[in-house]
């Protein structure tokens, strides 16, 4: 897909972080851009900047955690512009763990795996049968994350064990489009190269009511990308991140070489890739990577 012009693009977590950059980027390429969220505040200023300037845009309230919510979006989404290119699979939260994991609330859990896991195979449901039945091109893209698809990180057992999921659903997906000769095209989308200055470590404002937070939880100190540089710094380091609207123009520059892989790197994260790869290949012990 060269051009973006005139297609239609659906976002899910597009009212904020990487999400609501691909929404504006895709805007500003000439897409019709369907924006959904749980955060209906976010959603409804995502909206507006994108209308004020002139690019069409509409917006669905929509839940990745339940199914019958991203049926919704997709109906809405063909009842408006009738054709469905481009699904960015994007919502995701980030679950705040700190300490041991066999002490981990299951809620956190649950939570985690609602959003990040569920989240994409309910989208997959509802938008893969729609863009098959199409039989023309189009792109599914998954945003996973290299902590989990790559590396394991054991500051966030959590969030690794859902996106590792991720990556194995989305790969596969991939494998069975190519397999079945489908148009439809998919791409596994890594925010990056450095950590993304977004709203993910603040994921608890979205939180269910109906998996509340443990109130003895211990603090991981955590709630924005400032705090992360913060807390580097006391350890003498910086701490380099990557801004949302790096990642969109990244993404949409990659699916234009169709690329699967959409993925940024860095030589540190490159180095902690291959250690890993060649601790599998070797069968030695693992060590935990350093990617910060």
Not at 187 to 197: I, K, R, T
């Amino acid at each position: 897909m060269k051009d973006f012009k005139g297609k239609v693009a659906v976002v899910t977590g597009g009212a904020s972080g990487v999400g609501r950059a691909l929404a504006i980027a895709l805007a500003r390429e000439g897409a019709k851009v369907v924006v959904s969220d749980v955060e209906v505040g976010a959603l409804d200023s995502v909206i507006s900047e994108i209308t004020a300037s002139g690019h069409e845009c509409f917006g669905q309230k929509a839940d990745v955690t339940d199914g019958e919510s991203m049926k919704a979006l997709a109906q809405a989404t063909l009842e408006n512009y009738g054709a469905i290119h481009l699904v960015f699979a994007n919502a995701g939260v980030g679950t705040g763990e700190a300490g041991m994991m066999w002490d981990y609330d299951v809620n956190d859990w649950e939570w985690g795996f609602r959003v990040n896991t569920w989240g994409v195979i309910h989208s997959i449901n509802a938008f893969m049968p729609k863009l098959v039945e199409q039989n023309e091109e189009a792109h599914f893209v998954v945003t996973g994350s290299g902590n989990g698809a790559f590396l394991m990180m054991p500051n966030t057992p959590i969030y690794t064990a859902t996106k590792a999921a991720v990556q194995a659903i989305t790969e596969n997906l991939h494998y069975q489009c190519l397999m079945s000769q489908s148009p439809v095209k998919v791409s596994a989308l890594f925010p990056g190269p450095h950590v993304v200055n977004s709203g993910i470590f603040n994921s608890e404002r979205n939180r269910p009511d109906d998996l509340p937070m443990d109130p003895d939880k211990p603090d991981s100190g955590i709630s924005s990308v400032d705090d992360m540089k913060t807390m580097m710094a006391e350890y003498g380091r910086t701490l380099e991140t990557t801004e949302p609207s790096e990642v969109a123009e990244f993404a949409l520059q990659e699916l234009r070489k169709d690329k699967f892989w959409i993925a940024p790197t860095s030589e540190k994260s490159k180095a902690a890739f291959r250690q890993r790869a060649d601790s599998i290949l070797n069968c030695t012990n693992p060590t935990p990577p350093d990617v910060l």
